[in-house]
């Protein structure tokens, strides 16, 4: 099986993995990274999502064999612990339930304010919309994203 | 008004105590039943066995409180509320509490817990009784310390006072009260007098989630483990005929394929490699049976309805007799389709099975009936199975069956490996407990302009409405009222769904008594406060609801909505509902664009007795609501032979962050026992926004999801 180089969270690290396999399961199964969720592997309920290269990507849809040099940040090496105004606007608001999609939410909403530092509402709601929350955290996903934006400026 | 506790239980087999070795004092005690331990709770707080006690509280010498919760999360708050209750007796501040989760790996005990919406409900007494009887314990030992009597100490966030001004704190006398005799009556505090419950407390868990740190059952692992990926029969009714593993075998990393039932499974050294593996095996499968299509099931459901083999749940008066005298009869259908949970985690489960025991571990919210059925499977003595849980990404339902976990232990079992059974999201949804499809037909007598009989009748797939469901409203408030149920028998299996059964049937009741009010030419309000007014004063002891609360309810919506004065282009519908002991009105807002309506916003009231967490209430509230909105509007799930015709995300709609509406909550004040929030939110979001949309479009909608059916006609009976 081929060796890759991967840069994580400013770390490098090298694993064994079939060509094929895709990031997610690398950073979970591989390296014991388990912040980034499964939840459909089709890309589309988010869960899953990190950076690279500061974009917000699936990691179920990106191989391994993809991804090496690029810059790869997931939730664990957002911030230490957990000081981004992001994770600290989820914070103050309370967002979670269940929790499980969250990491996902969060990596989403950072990528995005970093594109759109001062969106409106309506803005919010259409980026924050790739990302399924099964428990309908939304009404406060789309508050903690305002929030954040008011902390990130 | 004091509320003076004195137990049904001897309060010496509800809680225990010990002074632990380390210093401090340590109480053992159960979140939802007394139990009766006769042993000690440890004295190295690293030994805690939660099998004596599901939980304790070990307060240190500095005075600080750790409170060990056993459950994990599911999602709807309790790890925060259940201990609120406790500290808020105890007495201390809240940032001096830490919860703390229970050891994951502790080897011989079955944890209980209670579902959802109950767990507040039945901890209320018992969690305030722990409290106060640990602070009733401290009282006392500082009194004996002072040589004055303990009913002239008084405390205040930790601290001990007595009538000369001297004050020990918690920590002072943890290692005396900790040897004293446990009380038997305590005091509780005054509702008026709380300090932590009816604040706002951020979820204890918030910290680890933000960071990614929170371990879920997927994220469960253990030394030496196979992940393995399970083919199952693609229709339901559809048994495994012959499989060819030769290449999946081939797979660098596939550690074997473990045939068991009519399913197999492909064991591997991590989860992709056991998915691959899945997708090459090549199994071939037979049909003795026919097929069930939604086409066919809607049918029999329709037959069912205009048949005779109902078995009657409530019968007051003489429905037959009230319709035979009419000046006229509505009657109406309301249909919907099974409906998948899609919890974000995927079910997943680990399990060891050796000659000794069956261990298994994940995410189930009934980890004791799981394990006496893993032991019935594997014909194995009870006490040699353990089933440990871990946080849950959601529940919905379907984390309270075990089927998972079964298939767990079996692979276990044959493999003679410990293996993780994940189901891919295709799997997840296509191995479902669906809830079944149903159907309602409901009519109602009219004679000189009053509602004079009203019949309910259900055909559902597998199961039909549990036992308290006819005793709700509007039971009691018609004079002939009639509920009957029928049911086809599927091979699709179907369970519980959030607030099962009601999350359809308050649809169908709220369109209908909407469309009554329009037949009878009254305000849709006053019709329902009409009918609660016959309820009160009912000797009737089967009538589940208060028609009190219900009216309240009612009244703070239309206030807070500013029903019927809702600015041009905002159209609003109403909603009012009881079930999981809570009352609920919901006004659903409107708007059409581009002649598609859009649920721009529901204001939601709750009457769920006392808000213990107002902050993590809301959270729930906020999520019923939208859950309810969501599948109202887009879920559907059909089969076609026996296949389930959605398998991921692609191609079923749940609804994002862009088609929430925005929730607003009211409480109505109480200081009646609290009652859950889980579920009881989500039933009258559909018959809000159904009822909006009718004001909107002038569209009634009897079909779920509502974006495929505007366009029905009435189907009268």
């Given at each position: 099986?081929?060796?890759?180089?991967?840069?994580?969270?400013g770390?490098?690290?090298?694993?064994?993995?079939?060509?094929?396999?895709?990031?997610?399961?690398?950073?979970?199964?591989?390296?014991?990274?388990?912040?980034?969720?499964?939840?459909?592997?089709?890309?589309?309920?988010?869960?899953?999502?990190?950076?690279?290269?500061?974009?917000?990507?699936?990691?179920?849809?990106?191989?391994?064999?993809?991804?090496?040099?690029?810059?790869?940040?997931?939730?664990?090496?957002?911030?230490?612990?957990?000081?981004?105004?992001?994770?600290?606007?989820?914070?103050?608001?309370?967002?979670?339930?269940?929790?499980?999609?969250?990491?996902?939410?969060?990596?989403?909403?950072?990528?995005?304010?970093?594109?759109n530092?001062?969106?409106?509402?309506?803005?919010?709601?259409?980026?924050?919309?790739?990302?399924i929350?099964r428990?309908?955290?939304?009404?406060?996903?789309?508050?903690?994203?305002?929030?954040?934006?008011?902390?990130?400026? | 008004?004091?509320?003076?506790?004195?137990?049904?239980?001897?309060?010496?087999?509800?809680?225990?105590?010990?002074?632990?070795?380390?210093?401090?004092?340590?109480?053992?005690?159960?979140?939802?039943?007394?139990?009766k331990?006769?042993?000690?709770?440890?004295?190295?707080?690293?030994?805690?066995?939660?099998?004596?006690?599901?939980a304790?509280?070990?307060?240190?010498?500095?005075?600080?409180?750790?409170?060990?919760?056993?459950?994990?999360?599911?999602?709807?708050?309790?790890?925060?509320?259940?201990?609120?209750?406790?500290?808020?007796?105890?007495d201390?501040?809240?940032?001096?509490?830490?919860?703390?989760?229970?050891?994951?790996?502790?080897?011989?005990?079955?944890?209980?817990?209670?579902?959802?919406?109950?767990?507040?409900?039945?901890?209320?007494?018992?969690?305030?009784?722990t409290?106060?009887?640990?602070?009733?314990?401290?009282?006392?030992?500082?009194?004996?310390?002072?040589?004055?009597?303990?009913?002239?100490?008084?405390?205040?966030?930790?601290?001990?006072?007595?009538?000369?001004?001297?004050?020990?704190?918690?920590?002072?006398?943890v290692?005396?009260?900790?040897?004293?005799?446990?009380?038997?009556?305590?005091?509780?505090?005054?509702?008026?007098?709380?300090?932590?419950?009816?604040?706002?407390?951020?979820?204890?868990?918030?910290e680890?989630?933000?960071?990614?740190?929170?371990l879920?059952?997927?994220?469960?692992?253990?030394?030496?483990?196979?992940?393995?990926?399970?083919?199952?029969?693609?229709?339901?009714?559809?048994?495994?005929?012959?499989?060819?593993?030769?290449?999946?075998?081939?797979?660098?990393?596939?550690?074997?394929?473990?045939?068991?039932?009519?399913?197999?499974?492909?064991?591997?050294?991590?989860?992709?490699?056991?998915m691959?593996?899945?997708?090459?095996?090549?199994?071939?499968?037979?049909?003795?049976?026919?097929?069930?299509?939604?086409?066919?099931?809607?049918?029999?459901?329709?037959?069912?309805l205009?048949?005779?083999?109902?078995?009657?749940?409530?019968?007051d008066?003489?429905?037959?007799?009230?319709?035979?005298?009419?000046?006229?009869?509505?009657?109406?259908?309301?249909?919907?389709?099974?409906?998948p949970?899609?919890?974000?985690?995927?079910?997943?489960?680990?399990?060891?099975?050796?000659?000794?025991?069956?261990r298994?571990?994940?995410?189930i919210?009934?980890?004791?009936?799981?394990?006496?059925?893993?032991?019935?499977?594997?014909?194995?003595?009870?006490?040699?199975?353990?089933?440990?849980?871990?946080?849950?990404?959601?529940?919905?339902?379907?984390?309270?069956?075990?089927?998972?976990?079964?298939?767990?232990?079996?692979?276990?079992?044959?493999?003679?490996?410990?293996?993780?059974?994940?189901?891919?999201?295709?799997?997840?949804?296509?191995?479902?407990?669906?809830?079944?499809?149903?159907?309602?037909?409901?009519?109602?007598?009219?004679?000189?302009?009053?509602?004079?009989?009203?019949?309910?009748?259900?055909?559902?797939?597998?199961?039909?409405?549990?036992?308290?469901?006819?005793?709700?409203?509007?039971?009691?408030?018609?004079?002939?009222?009639?509920?009957?149920?029928?049911?086809?028998?599927?091979k699709?299996?179907?369970?519980?769904?959030?607030?099962p059964?009601?999350?359809?049937?308050?649809?169908?009741?709220?369109?209908?008594?909407d469309?009554?009010?329009?037949v009878?030419e009254?305000?849709?309000?006053?019709?329902?406060?009409?009918?609660?007014?016959?309820?009160?004063?009912?000797?009737?002891?089967?009538?589940?609801?208060?028609?009190?609360?219900?009216?309240?309810?009612?009244?703070?919506?239309?206030?807070?909505?500013?029903?019927?004065?809702?600015?041009?282009?905002?159209?609003?519908?109403?909603?009012?509902?009881?079930?999981?002991?809570?009352?609920?009105?919901?006004?659903?807002?409107?708007?059409?664009?581009?002649?598609?309506?859009?649920?721009?916003?529901?204001?939601?009231?709750?009457?769920?007795?006392?808000?213990?967490?107002?902050?993590?209430?809301?959270?729930?509230?906020?999520?019923?609501?939208?859950?309810?909105?969501?599948?109202?509007?887009?879920?559907?799930?059909?089969?076609?032979?026996?296949v389930?015709?959605?398998?991921?995300?692609?191609?079923?709609?749940?609804?994002?962050?862009?088609?929430?509406?925005?929730?607003?909550?009211?409480?109505?004040?109480?200081?009646?026992?609290?009652?859950?929030?889980?579920?009881?939110?989500?039933?009258?979001a559909?018959g809000?926004?159904?009822?909006?949309?009718?004001?909107?479009?002038?569209?009634?909608?009897?079909?779920?999801?509502?974006?495929?059916?505007?366009?029905?006609?009435?189907?009268?009976?």
């Amino acid at each position: 099986m081929p060796i890759y180089n991967l840069k994580i969270n400013g770390q490098s690290h090298s694993v064994e993995a079939d060509q094929d396999t895709p990031l997610l399961w690398v950073l979970r199964d591989h390296l014991d990274m388990v912040g980034t969720k499964f939840g459909c592997g089709v890309g589309q309920c988010g869960a899953c999502t990190i950076h690279v290269d500061d974009s917000a990507t699936r990691s179920c849809l990106l191989k391994v064999s993809m991804v090496e040099d690029m810059e790869i940040t997931t939730i664990e090496g957002l911030s230490k612990e957990g000081t981004h105004p992001v994770q600290q606007a989820w914070k103050e608001i309370d967002v979670p339930q269940c929790g499980y999609c969250q990491a996902g939410q969060i990596m989403s909403a950072v990528a995005f304010l970093k594109q759109n530092p001062k969106p409106d509402t309506s803005e919010i709601r259409d980026a924050m919309s790739g990302n399924i929350c099964r428990c309908a955290s939304y009404n406060r996903i789309e508050a903690a994203v305002a929030l954040a934006a008011t902390k990130t400026n | 008004m004091k509320d003076v506790i004195t137990p049904s239980i001897s309060r010496r087999s509800f809680i225990k105590t010990s002074a632990l070795a380390g210093g401090g004092m340590l109480i053992g005690f159960n979140l939802f039943q007394a139990c009766k331990p006769e042993v000690a709770p440890p004295v190295d707080i690293s030994k805690l066995n939660f099998n004596d006690f599901n939980a304790f509280i070990k307060i240190a010498d500095n005075g600080m409180v750790t409170i060990f919760s056993p459950n994990p999360e599911i999602g709807q708050g309790v790890k925060t509320s259940m201990p609120m209750l406790i500290a808020e007796e105890l007495d201390v501040l809240w940032d001096r509490v830490i919860v703390a989760q229970g050891a994951l790996d502790t080897k011989n005990f079955t944890r209980q817990v209670a579902g959802g919406s109950q767990s507040l409900r039945q901890g209320w007494e018992p969690l305030r009784q722990t409290g106060a009887t640990a602070r009733q314990m401290l009282i006392n030992a500082a009194a004996a310390k002072w040589g004055v009597n303990p009913s002239e100490c008084t405390t205040n966030n930790g601290v001990i006072s007595n009538a000369n001004g001297d004050t020990l704190g918690y920590g002072d006398v943890v290692k005396t009260a900790a040897t004293l005799e446990i009380p038997e009556n305590v005091t509780l505090k005054d509702p008026k007098d709380f300090k932590i419950i009816g604040k706002d407390i951020p979820n204890v868990d918030v910290e680890k989630i933000i960071t990614g740190a929170s371990l879920y059952g997927m994220d469960y692992k253990e030394e030496g483990m196979l992940y393995a990926s399970v083919l199952r029969p693609p229709a339901f009714g559809q048994k495994l005929a012959s499989c060819d593993d030769t290449e999946a075998t081939v797979i660098d990393g596939v550690h074997s394929v473990v045939k068991f039932g009519d399913k197999i499974a492909v064991l591997a050294k991590d989860t992709w490699t056991a998915m691959k593996g899945k997708k090459a095996l090549k199994a071939s499968w037979t049909t003795d049976t026919q097929l069930e299509s939604t086409e066919g099931i809607e049918k029999a459901l329709t037959d069912l309805l205009n048949g005779n083999k109902f078995e009657t749940l409530r019968a007051d008066g003489n429905v037959k007799k009230a319709f035979a005298q009419a000046d006229k009869v509505i009657e109406r259908v309301y249909e919907s389709p099974f409906l998948p949970h899609n919890c974000m985690e995927p079910m997943n489960f680990f399990a060891e099975v050796t000659s000794d025991r069956a261990r298994l571990v994940g995410p189930i919210q009934t980890p004791a009936g799981t394990a006496r059925r893993v032991a019935r499977l594997l014909e194995r003595d009870p006490e040699e199975v353990s089933v440990e849980m871990t946080r849950m990404g959601g529940g919905f339902g379907r984390r309270l069956y075990g089927d998972f976990a079964l298939e767990a232990a079996e692979i276990s079992k044959i493999s003679q490996k410990p293996i993780k059974v994940v189901y891919s999201r295709e799997d997840d949804m296509s191995a479902g407990i669906y809830r079944p499809a149903i159907k309602y037909k409901i009519s109602a007598s009219i004679k000189d302009g009053a509602i004079t009989g009203y019949h309910l009748k259900e055909a559902s797939v597998n199961s039909n409405m549990y036992g308290l469901i006819p005793n709700f409203f509007p039971a009691g408030a018609i004079e002939n009222y009639q509920v009957d149920v029928a049911n086809y028998n599927s091979k699709i299996t179907t369970g519980a769904w959030r607030a099962p059964y009601t999350n359809f049937l308050s649809f169908a009741e709220q369109s209908f008594f909407d469309e009554l009010a329009e037949v009878l030419e009254v305000d849709t309000i006053k019709l329902r406060l009409d009918l609660l007014q016959k309820v009160k004063g009912t000797t009737d002891e089967r009538i589940q609801y208060s028609p009190e609360r219900l009216e309240n309810v009612i009244k703070v919506a239309v206030d807070k909505s500013g029903w019927g004065k809702a600015k041009s282009g905002v159209y609003q519908g109403f909603s009012a509902y009881y079930c999981h002991n809570t009352h609920v009105a919901e006004v659903a807002e409107v708007v059409l664009q581009n002649d598609a309506p859009v649920v721009k916003k529901v204001i939601c009231v709750v009457d769920c007795g006392v808000v213990v967490n107002p902050l993590g209430a809301k959270n729930q509230i906020e999520g019923g609501v939208i859950d309810g909105v969501g599948h109202a509007m887009y879920g559907d799930f059909s089969f076609k032979e026996g296949v389930p015709q959605d398998q991921n995300f692609t191609t079923y709609r749940l609804i994002r962050a862009n088609e929430a509406p925005l929730v607003e909550t009211y409480f109505v004040d109480s200081d009646i026992a609290p009652t859950g929030l889980g579920e009881p939110t989500l039933p009258p979001a559909g018959g809000a926004v159904a009822n909006a949309i009718k004001a909107a479009k002038g569209i009634r909608i009897y079909k779920q999801p509502f974006i495929k059916n505007m366009d029905t006609k009435a189907p009268l009976g």
